[in-house]
């Protein structure tokens, strides 16, 4: 076990999310009667851009799609810059890019995710467009950091220092799929908690 | 540079608690300190907020008063070096005085109240202080083993500045007798359990109203005393 610094003061402890976040978290999308202050949508209604839709799910040990996750993403917007202004509710009506969004896997059949966004840009040398994901879920102690990239993004994955940083046989684990949907491109990633195909969640 | 504190933290695999069994990563995570630096979270300001956010007694009043004990809950947000943490969101869930929640999935045989929903959210101010008005919520059962029932607890959300800052937690009721037999509360090391527990402060009381908790959060500030 790693010592603690005695200048520091101890850090509260995580817990789980549990089962019941939904009508606080992520109320409207469960239609729970209270306001969301973020949702599936990253950007506004009329913010300029191509849209791309992220897809995915969890599986747990078993292979189940776990029904009960909070997924979070957190992104550059095209140009490569994180958005500093603070957040309202209403950027999801107007032009604006919020580069954050939050979903629960309960709504949709296979306990899937599916998000809107745009593409993000790279934020810095030696960093491929990537959207940082974080998971919280009833099961899990701590939340779960790890990143998607793009599988369309060959040469910049291959720059990329932490993509680089994974033995090669896992990278694959963060890397979403592109593909072509009738309603715009989408990018689809599963997220395995276990397994072959673990997912590669991170020590921040 | 200093090592992740992990020493107050509950592993992600603790069977006792079975549904971290097929959930909790088998591979040891990747270290990524030197990776991902100074990647803010996103920031919310009051416009998030509506006018009875931080009062779970009068957001969700149908036709009266939610029923129960009404309670204060107040403390402060910072980093491990101590530095108060402004314009944190904390957002807040519960169950109601019966121990039931609103959730859809909730199937514990509890009288749901018409006038608490049990969720809010609240933005610390200038001194890294927040403040919320709720009802206490009750134990409840749950299925992870024979009539295993889980002590009184509100969740907590917590979106500090950093990415590193980002905590899901639980705050607990001194004395609860529930402790020793909830999996939850005792995955952490039993030298940190104190820092989930609430101090009651009578100080901090309003007088004839509601009794007050004080709930600190600390929250990982490695990355922003690295180059002090």
Same mark, same amino acid.
């Given at each position: 076990?790693?010592?603690?610094?005695?200048? =520091?003061?101890?850090?509260?402890?995580?817990?789980? @999310?549990?089962?019941?976040? *939904?009508?606080?978290?992520?109320?409207?999308?469960?239609?729970?009667?209270?306001?969301?202050? @973020?949702?599936?949508?990253?950007?506004?209604?009329?913010?300029?851009?191509? =849209?791309?839709?992220?897809?995915?799910?969890?599986?747990?040990?078993?292979?189940?799609?776990?029904?009960?996750?909070?997924?979070?993403?957190?992104?550059?917007?095209?140009?490569?810059?994180?958005?500093?202004?603070?957040?309202?509710?209403?950027?999801?009506?107007?032009?604006?890019?919020?580069?954050?969004? =939050? @979903?629960?896997?309960?709504?949709?059949?296979?306990?899937?995710?599916?998000?809107?966004?745009?593409?993000?840009?790279?934020?810095?040398?030696?960093?491929?467009?990537?959207?940082?994901? @974080?998971?919280?879920?009833?099961?899990?102690?701590?939340?779960?950091?790890?990143?998607?990239?793009?599988?369309?993004?060959?040469?910049?994955?291959?720059?990329?220092?932490?993509?680089?940083?994974?033995?090669?046989?896992?990278?694959?684990?963060?890397?979403?799929?592109? *593909?072509?949907?009738?309603?715009?491109?989408?990018?689809?990633?599963?997220?395995?908690?276990?397994?072959?195909?673990?997912?590669?969640?991170?020590?921040? | 540079?200093?090592?992740?504190?992990?020493?107050?933290?509950?592993?992600?695999?603790?069977?006792?608690?079975?549904?971290?069994?097929?959930?909790?990563?088998?591979?040891?995570?990747?270290?990524?300190?030197?990776?991902?630096?100074?990647?803010?979270?996103?920031?919310?300001?009051?416009?998030? $907020?509506?006018?009875?956010?931080?009062?779970?007694?009068?957001?969700?009043?149908?036709?009266?008063?939610?029923?129960?004990?009404?309670?204060?809950?107040?403390?402060?947000?910072?980093?491990?070096?101590?530095?108060?943490?402004?314009?944190?969101?904390?957002?807040?869930?519960?169950?109601?005085?019966?121990?039931?929640?609103?959730?859809?999935?909730?199937?514990?045989?509890?009288?749901?109240?018409?006038? !608490?929903?049990?969720?809010?959210?609240?933005?610390?101010?200038?001194?890294?202080?927040?403040?919320?008005?709720?009802?206490?919520?009750?134990?409840?059962?749950?299925?992870?083993?024979?009539?295993?029932?889980?002590?009184?607890?509100?969740?907590?959300?917590?979106?500090?500045?950093?990415?590193?800052?980002?905590?899901?937690?639980?705050?607990? !009721?001194?004395?609860?007798?529930?402790?020793?037999?909830?999996?939850?509360?005792?995955?952490?090391?039993?030298?940190?359990?104190?820092?989930?527990?609430?101090?009651?402060?009578?100080?901090?009381?309003?007088?004839?109203?509601? $009794?007050?908790?004080?709930?600190?959060?600390?929250?990982?500030?490695?990355?922003?005393?690295?180059?002090?």
């Amino acid at each position: 076990m790693e010592q603690s610094n005695p200048d =520091r003061i101890r850090q509260t402890p995580s817990q789980t @999310v549990g089962p019941f976040f *939904a009508y606080s978290l992520t109320a409207m999308q469960y239609g729970y009667p209270y306001d969301s202050i @973020v949702n599936h949508a990253l950007l506004g209604a009329d913010t300029p851009g191509e =849209r791309i839709f992220i897809t995915g799910r969890i599986l747990d040990g078993q292979g189940n799609p776990v029904p009960d996750a909070v997924v979070e993403l957190w992104q550059a917007n095209a140009a490569g810059n994180y958005r500093t202004a603070p957040i309202s509710p209403k950027d999801n009506d107007g032009t604006e890019f919020t580069g954050f969004g =939050r @979903v629960g896997t309960g709504t949709q059949i296979g306990a899937k995710f599916q998000f809107e966004t745009l593409k993000p840009g790279s934020v810095a040398n030696g960093q491929a467009p990537h959207i940082n994901i @974080v998971l919280f879920m009833r099961g899990s102690l701590r939340a779960l950091y790890t990143r998607l990239y793009f599988s369309d993004e060959t040469e910049a994955n291959a720059q990329d220092e932490l993509l680089n940083a994974v033995p090669e046989e896992r990278r694959h684990t963060m890397i979403a799929r592109y *593909a072509e949907a009738p309603g715009g491109i989408s990018y689809h990633l599963d997220i395995h908690l276990q397994g072959d195909q673990e997912t590669v969640f991170f020590d921040i | 540079m200093e090592p992740t504190n992990f020493d107050v933290q509950p592993p992600h695999l603790y069977p006792a608690y079975k549904s971290t069994i097929y959930r909790s990563p088998t591979r040891p995570l990747l270290p990524v300190r030197e990776l991902i630096r100074d990647l803010s979270l996103p920031v919310f300001g009051e416009s998030v $907020l509506q006018k009875h956010d931080n009062d779970l007694t009068k957001n969700a009043r149908v036709n009266g008063e939610p029923i129960g004990e009404r309670i204060k809950v107040a403390g402060r947000v910072m980093d491990d070096s101590g530095r108060a943490l402004p314009n944190v969101l904390i957002e807040i869930w519960q169950a109601n005085s019966a121990g039931r929640y609103v959730h859809k999935a909730e199937v514990h045989d509890a009288p749901l109240d018409p006038n !608490f929903l049990g969720g809010g959210r609240v933005l610390t101010d200038s001194d890294g202080m927040y403040s919320f008005y709720t009802i206490k919520p009750g134990a409840y059962p749950w299925g992870n083993h024979y009539n295993a029932w889980r002590p009184n607890h509100i969740h907590f959300s917590v979106l500090g500045h950093q990415i590193e800052h980002r905590l899901v937690t639980q705050m607990y !009721f001194p004395g609860d007798p529930l402790f020793e037999y909830d999996p939850i509360f005792q995955s952490v090391p039993q030298h940190a359990r104190d820092l989930l527990i609430a101090k009651f402060r009578m100080d901090w009381t309003d007088p004839e109203f509601a $009794l007050a908790y004080q709930f600190d959060i600390v929250l990982n500030g490695r990355y922003q005393t690295l180059f002090e």
